[in-house]
C-alpha cells in the first residue's frame, strides 16, 4: 500500500511537468498584443445586472493566434443588483469568450494576461 501511494504522489507531481514541458519555454507576449477578433462573454440571462468588475486572465496565444490555456488568475466583483450570493458563471463566461479571441499570427507561442471587465448600462 505505501508503494502505490507513493506512486499516486510521484504520478500526481510529475504528470503535469511532463504534459506541459514546453510551458517553461514560453515567453511572455509583451505590451502591445492586440485582438484581431475579440468575443464579448455571454452571461446567462439571469445573472445580467447582478455583478460589475473585472477578472484578469492568463492564457497563451500560439503561433496561429488562437488562445490556448485561459486561466483566471484573479477576480473582483461588487453586487449592484439585489443580489447578496457570489456571482456564479461569470469566470466560466469569461472563459469561454478568451478562447474564441484571435490574435495576429506569430512565430512562437508566448503567454500574456489581459483584464476583462464587466459593467452593466442602465
Avoid at 510529475?14 to 514560453?26: T, Y
Avoid at 464579448?40 to 492564457?59: C, D, M, T, V
Wanted: charged residues 20%; aromatic residues 12%.
Amino acid at each position: 500500500m505505501k508503494n502505490y501511494l507513493r506512486l499516486l504522489v510521484l504520478c500526481t507531481v510529475l504528470l503535469p511537468f511532463l504534459a506541459f514541458g514546453d510551458a517553461e519555454e514560453l515567453f511572455e507576449c509583451g505590451d502591445g498584443l492586440v485582438p484581431e477578433m475579440y468575443v464579448a462573454p455571454r452571461f446567462p440571462p439571469r445573472l445580467h445586472n447582478e455583478y460589475e468588475g473585472k477578472a484578469i486572465i492568463s492564457f497563451v496565444v500560439n503561433e496561429s493566434g488562437e488562445v490556448i490555456e485561459p486561466l483566471v488568475i484573479s477576480s473582483q466583483w461588487k453586487p449592484v443588483g439585489h443580489s447578496g450570493h457570489g456571482p456564479i458563471g461569470y469566470n466560466e463566461a469569461i472563459l469561454a469568450a478568451v478562447v474564441a479571441w484571435k490574435y495576429p499570427s506569430r512565430q512562437k507561442a508566448c503567454r500574456t494576461e489581459a483584464p476583462v471587465f464587466v459593467r452593466f448600462e442602465d
